[in-house]
């Protein structure tokens, strides 16, 4: 992506354009970080204590015995919120919705194992293996490139 600022005294007001063949997930990301939209803060509890938790220390997102838990560099948190509104507020560059009940983030990702038939398995940076559901292996190798 290209950026260009250009300084100009009689300019009252900043004003940003985007100038694109098309809307990207990249440019959507820039926008929703420009100032005047509220920043997204993703809390989580572990015990009696909530605590904030940045999204680049996620590893993934998954529901278990009816509950949201992010499992994170820290530990893992009881999320309040549901997977599909996670799924809408986290960052789409780096989270991916692997199954009906769990999202990974990408950057987490230590490898994938493509070798089982018509099934992707996962292996996490926390030593995890999750696998991508049969529904969302399409869209796994469409974000690999494959």
């Known amino acids: 992506m290209k950026v260009e600022i250009r300084i100009d005294p009689a300019c009252a007001e900043p ?38 938790l940045e999204q680049r220390g996620i590893i993934r997102i998954y529901t278990a015995a009816g509950k949201v838990i992010a499992a994170t560099d820290r530990g893992e948190y009881t999320l309040r919120q549901r997977l599909y509104e996670l799924e809408e507020k986290l960052d789409k560059t780096s989270f991916v919705r692997i199954s009906n009940c769990e999202i990974i983030n990408l950057k987490k990702v230590s490898s994938f194992d493509l070798s089982l038939s018509g099934t992707v398995c996962v292996r996490l940076s926390d030593g995890n293996v999750t696998y991508v559901s049969r529904r969302c292996v399409a869209k796994i190798k469409q974000v690999l490139g494959l």
């Open 15 to 52: 004003k940003i354009v985007v100038v694109t063949d098309k809307m990207t997930e990249e440019i959507s990301a820039a926008v929703r970080r420009l100032p005047g939209e509220t920043p997204w803060v993703l809390t989580g509890f572990k015990g009696d204590t909530l605590e904030i």
